[in-house]
């Protein structure tokens, strides 16, 4: 299906966990984001790529890793995880540097 | 980090009632996007401005883009059940990648 998608939905996890958020859109845009969302934050930016093999920090990069080897994928690492890191995640896309942005649905990660 | 003022945090209004929200900035944007986000989902975009004064509408929704470029507004008229969600303003400054989120607006709609 056309679209981008986040896998898993939903994820379970203890603290000093490796987790992988995979992020994959079909559309070949150029920029892609991950984000987080918490309550009263809103949503705030980790990292971005503005292409292939070009990835850049947003605004709470600290304890997360991202790669961009294939313009359609964009995955998220979180190389130990955190409690504090139990959030909400969401990967987007954009075309051109527009700032319109297709979000996916989303992925719910706990961190025990 | 560059924050956006957007208000109300949230909003209990009446099917059919009009609606207002605003963002506000201390710093320049060179463009205002509005996102709704239904419960569940990620955020969708409503609207997309461009220049200053400029006003768009979508439907029952119309935004503006503030004279000054620090501010922008969001109106929904004559509600109806499914306009429930967060809306969420974001500015992008000229040549920025990235784009920097209000911290939404919550709206519920007694039928």
């Known amino acids: 299906d056309a679209g981008i998608t986040q896998s898993p939905r939903y994820k379970i996890t203890e603290t000093g966990r490796q987790v992988t958020l995979m992020c994959h859109q079909t559309w070949s845009h150029s920029y892609m984001f991950w984000y987080r969302q918490d309550l009263g934050h809103g949503l705030r930016l980790i990292y971005y790529s503005a292409a292939a093999d070009i990835t850049d920090k947003g605004e709470v990069p600290d304890g997360y890793v991202v790669s961009r080897s294939k313009t359609e994928n964009f995955p998220l690492t979180l190389e130990s995880a955190t409690r504090s890191q139990t959030s909400v995640y969401f990967c987007a896309s954009s075309e051109r540097n527009t700032g319109e942005l297709f979000f996916g649905e989303g992925s719910r990660l706990t961190v025990l | 980090g560059q924050q956006l003022n957007q208000s109300p945090q949230s909003m209990f209004i009446q099917e059919g009632e009009d609606v207002s929200m605003n963002c506000t900035s201390s710093s320049i944007f060179n463009t205002w996007l509005w996102y709704k986000q239904d419960p569940g989902e990620g955020p969708v975009l409503l609207i997309a401005l461009y220049k200053a004064g400029e006003l768009t509408s979508n439907g029952r929704l119309t935004a503006q883009f503030g004279i000054t470029r620090k501010d922008s507004f969001l109106n929904i008229s004559a509600s109806i059940p499914s306009d429930v969600g967060i809306y969420f303003c974001?500015?992008?400054?000229?040549?920025?990648?990235?784009?920097?989120f209000g911290q939404g607006t919550r709206l519920t709609i007694n039928p």
């Open positions: 974001a500015g992008q400054y000229q040549g920025a990648q990235k784009l920097v």
